[in-house]
């Protein structure tokens, strides 16, 4: 994908202060058309297209209430603000606005991971990933990833940090480095901060495993995922290596409590010898047999011990990975998109598609419409071009079903009012 042209960065202005979205403005159709604002009924009567601008400006000024909240000083409300960001970019391709406005937006991520508390630095680690995903493979995702990483790995380094923001650390930093890295060595030496994390999870060679709480558990799965991300990129040369250091011991995670990280294990290795038989089609495990055994009990587990609920989760997920190490085969998934299909055939794309879809949440389909960066990354080639026609009559039907429920409200308001009226008068009559 070739590189944006770097642009000036302006300012967003000092606009009015606004609230966050609500689950309703979360929606793409909310937030594309004149129904998630108060004042749509009235300028709509001036027309469509009218309609349409002031619903823009409407949006791009909550948005900048969201940015300068982001630098309030209160924390609820930087918090707030970043969970709007966080929305908007989910659900809507902002890329020239953002532009505009990327390096604000950086600073006010890197004040919040540096000041904030807990729940506003997971927020913030979010909405990185998110400006990532927008800007795409460039050099002004480049600029912001290089402004965040070395806060990123401090954060993952840091024993004594917040142990959900290092969580949130983990898995922003493995989707900016596939996004924004421009060095692949430097994608391989923050896989290393990785390794050095979900390693200790391990068996060690005395056969003794390190107890770990429930949260340091996940700061290990989500180090491990992140890892097996990168590794959808790493050269032939890099998986060989990783194949000979890793394939031994990551076995050893198939037999950890957390469900959880069983599975992230079994992907792990699914894509692990998926990368195999691609660098070498002779590829051949030594202990393919014992490995297959372990896997085929987890795909049939009926242990007493383990919660119902857990077996229920990993049973479909490992007769997936042992058909994928025992004879390399993948059930291939079909996801629909518009008038559009895409299909994930393998742990590499798979891995990729979960990753993104974890930011991106339910916006994930619109992404594959319409964000030129996704589109590239699964070969989709550039956005579908719409017929105007098509596009302006979908709109219509939106905005006329939009007036419809506006005036049938104010009905139900007025009828509802005027009987009160008369309650009234009868009351002070009598």
């Known amino acids: 994908m070739p590189r944006s042209k770097k642009r000036s960065n302006k300012g967003g202005g000092q606009p009015r202060r606004v609230q966050p979205f609500s689950d309703e403005d979360a929606s793409i159709e909310t937030l594309s058309h004149c129904s998630s604002f108060s004042d749509s009924v009235s300028v709509a009567e001036e027309g469509g297209d009218v309609c349409e601008e002031a619903t823009q400006e409407d949006f791009e000024y909550k948005l900048k209430g969201f940015i300068d909240s982001t630098m309030d000083k ?36 890197e004040r919040c991971l540096k000041k904030g508390k807990g729940d506003e630095q997971c927020a913030a680690a979010s909405l ?12 002004e995702s480049e600029d912001v990833f290089k402004t965040l990483k070395p806060i990123f790995k401090n954060i993952l380094a840091d024993g004594t940090a917040n142990i959900q923001t290092r969580q949130a650390c983990a898995t922003s930093l493995g989707v900016c480095s596939l996004v924004a890295a421009d060095d692949i060595l430097d994608v391989y030496a923050t896989m290393e901060c ?3 994390l979900f390693a200790k999870s391990y068996v060690k060679e005395d056969g003794t495993r390190s107890a770990y709480n429930a949260q340091t558990t996940v700061l290990h799965i989500n180090a491990l995922l992140s890892w097996t991300l990168l590794l959808t990129i790493c050269s032939n040369t890099e998986v060989k290596k990783i194949l000979k250091k890793h394939l031994p011991k990551l076995p050893s995670l198939l037999d950890c409590d957390d469900v959880n990280m069983r599975i992230a294990a079994g992907e792990t290795l699914a894509l692990l010898f998926e990368l195999a038989r691609d660098v070498d089609a002779e590829f051949e495990y030594e202990d393919l047999e014992s490995l297959c055994a372990k896997l085929r009990a987890l795909a049939t587990d009926g242990n007493k011990h383990r919660a119902k609920n857990d077996k229920r989760k990993q049973r479909p997920v490992f007769r997936d990975v042992l058909r994928a190490v025992e004879e390399g085969e993948f059930q291939t998934e079909m996801i629909k998109f518009g008038a559009e299909r895409m299909y994930i055939d393998s742990w590499v794309i798979k891995r990729t598609y979960d990753a993104f879809t974890e930011f ?13 960066f996704i589109r590239n990354v699964f070969e989709l080639g550039p956005p579908m071009m719409v017929d105007a026609a098509t596009l302006k009559a979908m709109k219509i039907s939106r905005f006329e079903r939009h007036l419809y429920n506006a005036a049938a409200f104010k009905a139900r308001t007025k009828a509802r009012n005027k009987f009160r009226d008369k309650r009234v008068d009868i009351g002070e009559f009598i």
């Not at 991106?360 to 030129?372: F, P, R, T």
């Open 74 to 109: 209160s924390a609820k409300a930087r918090q707030s603000a970043l969970r709007g960001l966080k929305t908007a970019m989910a659900s809507k391709i902002l890329y020239e606005f953002i532009l505009e406005r990327r390096m604000t937006i950086t600073d006010s991520i």
């Open 128 to 139: 990185a990933c998110l400006l990532c995903i927008q800007l795409g493979a460039g050099i």
């Open 194 to 196: 990785f390794e050095s």
């Open 360 to 372: 991106v949440g339910s916006g994930m389909n619109y992404h594959l419409q319409a964000n030129e």
